[in-house]
Nanobody, 124 residues
Framework: QVQLVESGGGLVQPGGSLRLSCAAS????????MGWFRQAPGKEREFVAH????????YYADSVKGRFTISRENAKNTTYLQMSSLRPEDTAVYYC?????????????????WGQGTQVTVSA
C-alpha cells in the first residue's frame, strides 16, 4: 500500500511558475510509474503527465507540453511537477497517482494509488 502526499500548490499570477511535490511512503517507490492529473470545478479529472519508474521517459498532455516538466527522485521517494508559463485555465486541484511500472496510461482509472490533491489557482 502506497501513500501519496502532494504539496506546493497555491495562488500564482498568469505567466508564473510553481513546483508541485508528491512524497510517497509505504512501498517500493521505484516499481511505480508516477502520474499527475488535475480536476477543475465541474470538469472530469484529466491527465497531465506521467514518468517511468527510473525517470528516463515522460509523457505529457498536449495542453501542458513545453510548459510543464515531470521528474522524480527515487532516493527521496518523491515526484515533482514543475509548472511554468501558467495560465488561468491551469487552475485545478492537482493529484499525483501511482501505478505499477508496466502500465503506461493516461487514464485515471488505471492508477491504483492517489494523493489527496493540492489546489493550484492562476489568477491576477
Amino acid at each position: 500500500q502506497v501513500q501519496l502526499v502532494e504539496s506546493g500548490g497555491g495562488l500564482v499570477q498568469p505567466g508564473g511558475s510553481l513546483r508541485l511535490s508528491c512524497a510517497a511512503s509505504g512501498g517500493t517507490f521505484s516499481i511505480y510509474r508516477m502520474g499527475w492529473f488535475r480536476q477543475a470545478p465541474g470538469k472530469e479529472r484529466e491527465f497531465v503527465a506521467h514518468i517511468s519508474r527510473y525517470g528516463d521517459t515522460a509523457y505529457y498532455a498536449d495542453s501542458v507540453k513545453g510548459r510543464f516538466t515531470i521528474s522524480r527522485e527515487n532516493a527521496k521517494n518523491t515526484t515533482y511537477l514543475q509548472m511554468s508559463s501558467l495560465r488561468p485555465e491551469d487552475t485545478a486541484v492537482y493529484y499525483c497517482a501511482a501505478v505499477t511500472w508496466r502500465v503506461s496510461s493516461t487514464v485515471a482509472m488505471d492508477y491504483d494509488y492517489w494523493g489527496q490533491g493540492t489546489q493550484v489557482t492562476v489568477s491576477a
